[in-house]
């Protein structure tokens, strides 16, 4: 009986285990089922890789905090369109005031600290090096502004650019950042979108010249030498804010920027101020404005600088340009087409590209003496 049972347990199996067998090597040939199979897996790598990005506090602050700069440079756009709507040309005197509020706040809180790296400490060891950094950004506020005087809006927003350029070179050379390849996409998904936009423009004309380039190539040169010093500056606040700290970038910056900018202005546009209308209620506003977002423009790009790179703020300052134009919509009456959405989302996607993966730097510490000191990004460790 026993031998019976087992017979009869065990014959059933043999077509059923066949049956299976012929049931997967048919589901393994049937083409319609590889390519579901691909599908699932493409899916399936794709979901966990953006899953994992979007998990990461680089991709978000490089993404959240770009964006903010960026809203802040579109404020000072804004108020600076509306002065010179108002016959005020004067882009020296109206950065005066940012320079002077930050001497006011960082150069006096750096003259009260003690010890290593005490105001007197960096005058007399590093103040030659800030002079020249706070002389850069100085000049590169004039430039730009002033390349406006003399060339299109289109070939300011093209040339403007150079600074990515600037960043990237200095960056890699100075800084010694090695960048990734998902990082170079990022950036010419930027520039893309920055094309769009200058198109956009020539075909809804709303940077349309009134009168014309008086001398394009002069305001070209200005543009393209801007750039290159906003590059600069950018890529010493970097060295700076993460090897040092924020409050002394800002200090020195605002003590020989003050200098600088106060002894130009008074030269070069003593006249165009004394003619300024201060009683009027929309200037002063609109100068206090432009203070404000300026003053938080500085302060705030220490921070992101710290926490991302100068390459990673100038990129994303590219859709400043798209806020203005929303902005500019109510106060200027642009014209609004598609494309510049379009044109923003682009610049947006390659910032989020090269957020993906963060570049790598070689760190060198300074060459530091007197027990200066090491500032990281989390705590000083003293040598």
């Given at each position: 009986m026993s031998s019976d049972v087992q017979e009869t347990d065990t014959e059933p199996l043999l077509p059923h285990h066949e049956l299976t067998i012929g049931a997967s090597e048919i589901?393994?040939?049937d083409p319609d089922s590889k390519k579901q199979n691909l599908c699932s897996q493409v899916y399936t790598f794709v979901y966990i890789k953006i899953k994992s990005i979007l998990l990461t506090k680089y991709f978000w602050k490089c993404v959240l905090l770009g964006q903010f700069i960026s809203?802040?440079?579109?404020?000072?756009?804004?108020?600076?369109?509306?002065?010179?709507?108002?016959?005020?040309h004067t882009p020296t005197a109206q950065s005066f005031l940012n320079y002077v509020l930050l001497c006011l706040i960082f150069t006096v809180s750096l003259a009260c600290r003690r010890g290593d790296r005490s105001l007197g400490y960096i005058l007399k060891t590093s103040g030659w090096k800030y002079f020249f950094i706070s002389l850069a950004d100085v000049e590169a506020n004039y430039l730009v502004v002033k390349a406006y005087s003399y060339t299109t809006v289109t070939s300011v927003q093209l040339l403007d650019c150079f600074s990515i350029v600037t960043v990237l070179l200095l960056s890699y050379f100075v800084l010694r950042v090695r960048y990734h390849f998902v990082n170079g996409v990022g950036v010419v998904t930027c520039f893309l979108g920055l094309i769009a936009l200058v198109l956009t423009d020539s075909l809804t004309g709303n940077n349309k010249d009134t009168d014309g380039a008086s001398d394009k190539v002069l305001g070209d040169i200005f543009c393209v030498c801007g750039a290159f010093l906003y590059g600069v500056s950018n890529v010493a606040e970097e060295y700076v804010v993460k090897n040092f700290d924020r409050t002394e970038f800002l200090a020195m910056l605002g003590l020989f920027g003050s200098f600088i900018n106060g002894v130009q202005f008074a030269v070069f546009e003593r006249h165009e101020v004394e003619s300024v209308n201060f009683y009027s209620a929309e200037i002063v506003i609109c100068f206090v404005g432009f203070t404000i977002c300026q003053f938080a423009l500085y302060t705030c790009m220490t921070i992101v600088i710290q926490q991302t790179s100068a390459t990673t703020v100038n990129i994303s300052l590219l859709t400043a340009d798209f806020y203005t134009l929303l902005l500019g919509l109510f106060l200027f009456k642009y014209q609004f087409h598609g494309l510049y959405f379009g044109s923003f989302v682009v610049v947006l996607l390659g910032v989020a590209i090269y957020a993906t993966k963060e570049p790598?730097?070689?760190?060198?510490?300074?060459d530091k003496t007197n027990k200066e000191p090491v500032m990281t990004n989390k705590e000083p460790v003293t040598q």
């Open positions: 589901s393994i040939n809203l802040l440079l579109c404020g000072t756009a804004v108020t600076s369109g509306l002065l010179s709507r108002k016959g005020v790598e730097r070689k760190i060198e510490e300074p």
